[in-house]
Each structure stands twice: as C-alpha cells, then as structure tokens.
C-alpha cells in the first residue's frame, strides 16, 4: 500500500516563507511526476507546480518566481518552497505522485492535505 503525507503547512504573515514537504512510503517501484494542488474554500482544485523524474518543473502562473518545487528521488520526496506569500496562497495543499508499484502498475496517489494560511 503506497501513502503520500504532507507536512510543513501553517500560519505566515504575509510576505513570509513556508516549505512543505511530501513523503511517500510503502510498496513503490518507481515515481514519475510529483505535483503539488492547492485548493481555497469555494473554489476548484488547481495545479501550483509539478516536476517530472528528471527534474523538469512546471508552475502556475500565480506563483511563478515565488514558488520552487524540489524533490529527491533517494527519499521519494517532494518539496514545496514558498516565498513571499500572499494572503491569495490560503488553501489546503495537497501532494500528487504517479506511482508504479509494480512494471505492470501505475497509479495516480494523493496525499490528505496540509492547511497554508497567509494572514494580510
């Protein structure tokens, strides 16, 4: 059984620094991409940034120059830095891997979700 599981999410002022962290354990063969979602109250759940196994990394436009996503394959984690945040940033975020636990398996894995709040 693969689990994913988030930490590193709490209270900022704004203009202030999170990192956040995702672990994932159990019967893993391989992880290709690793992503981080984020989702405020009344609104969609929304890709903030994604890095492939080989390190290519994609981010939202909204957080472009603010945000780093980071991951070591050794650990089978992913890191979410983010900096000068906004009070716009509150939201659970929330850790995405595709993960093979087998040559003939692949699944989309997602983690419980860690609360960011940014306080203006």
């Known amino acids: 059984q693969v689990q994913l599981v988030e930490s590193g999410g709490g209270l900022v002022q704004a203009g202030g620094s999170l990192r956040l962290s995702c672990v994932a354990s159990g019967s893993i063969f391989s992880i290709s991409s690793m992503r981080w979602y984020r989702q405020a109250p009344g609104n969609q759940r929304e890709l903030v940034a994604g890095?492939?196994?080989?390190?290519?990394?994609n981010y939202a436009d909204s957080v472009k120059g603010r945000f780093t996503i980071s991951r070591d394959n050794a650990k089978n984690t992913v890191y979410l830095q983010m900096d000068s945040l906004k009070p716009e940033d509150t939201a659970v975020y929330y850790c995405n891997a595709v993960i093979s636990v087998s040559r003939d398996t692949t699944r989309n894995y997602w983690g419980q979700g860690t609360q960011v709040t940014v306080s203006s």
């Open positions: 890095i492939s196994s080989g390190g290519s990394t």
